[in-house]
């Protein structure tokens, strides 16, 4: 597990500097194994809990920005204390979980740690997280904006193309479809199979 002056270097690095102290507060009170990964595809960060371990694990991408990086923390340490708190056979992103991260988040949700354009859409998405903030259009257009961009890495929402359009992920060509409530319909142009 990482020393305090350890963590709090770490925290100093990745987070917003006015949320390093509240973060090692959260951390104080439950302390948990703490460890910064390379990038996943998949997932932004991850809880993983085992009965046999005191001390559970939370693991975060070490390429977020930020804010980001805060959010994803807060969310990651709120499964800790939903569990301890409600137990084990709870949903991992229910109505527990839920409370909790709100309740966890809420000293962060300022303008002296967030700024507006982000702090607007992530009080929106607050009164109901979802599993992701990935699947909150708004809320990760505004995060975006304070990625680091590497060259040839640009980042586009589908929400940005015309239907019609074509783009790649992954090597696969895809056509921008109609636009239903939350959800795209796109079709893959080599096969023809609608996603």
């Not at 020393?3 to 949320?19: D, Y």
């Not at 359009?165 to 056509?175: E, K, L, M, P, Y």
């Amino acid at each position: 597990m990482l020393a305090p002056s350890k963590l709090e270097e770490v925290f100093s690095k990745h987070l917003p500097a006015n949320a390093v102290d509240p973060c090692l507060k959260l951390w104080e009170e439950r302390p948990f194994h703490f460890k910064i990964t390379s990038s996943r595809k998949t997932k932004l960060g991850d809880f993983r809990y085992r009965k046999d371990q005191q001390f559970q694990t939370i693991t975060l991408n070490a390429d977020l920005n930020p804010y980001q990086f805060l959010l994803t923390f807060v969310h990651e340490v709120a499964h800790l204390h939903a569990f301890t708190k409600f137990g084990y056979g709870i949903a991992p992103h229910g109505r527990e979980w839920k409370s909790t991260f709100q309740q966890l988040l809420f000293p962060f949700l300022r303008e002296n740690i967030f700024p507006i354009d982000i702090l607007i859409p992530l009080k929106k998405h607050m009164k109901n997280p979802k599993a992701s903030s990935a699947a909150d259009l708004f809320l990760m257009k505004e995060m975006s904006k304070y990625d680091k961009h590497l060259p040839g890495n640009d980042t586009f929402f589908l929400s940005d193309l015309k239907p019609g359009s074509n783009f790649t992920i992954s090597g696969r060509v895809f056509r921008k479809g109609e636009t239903r409530r939350t959800r795209v319909l796109c079709e893959e142009v080599n096969t023809g199979k609608n996603t």
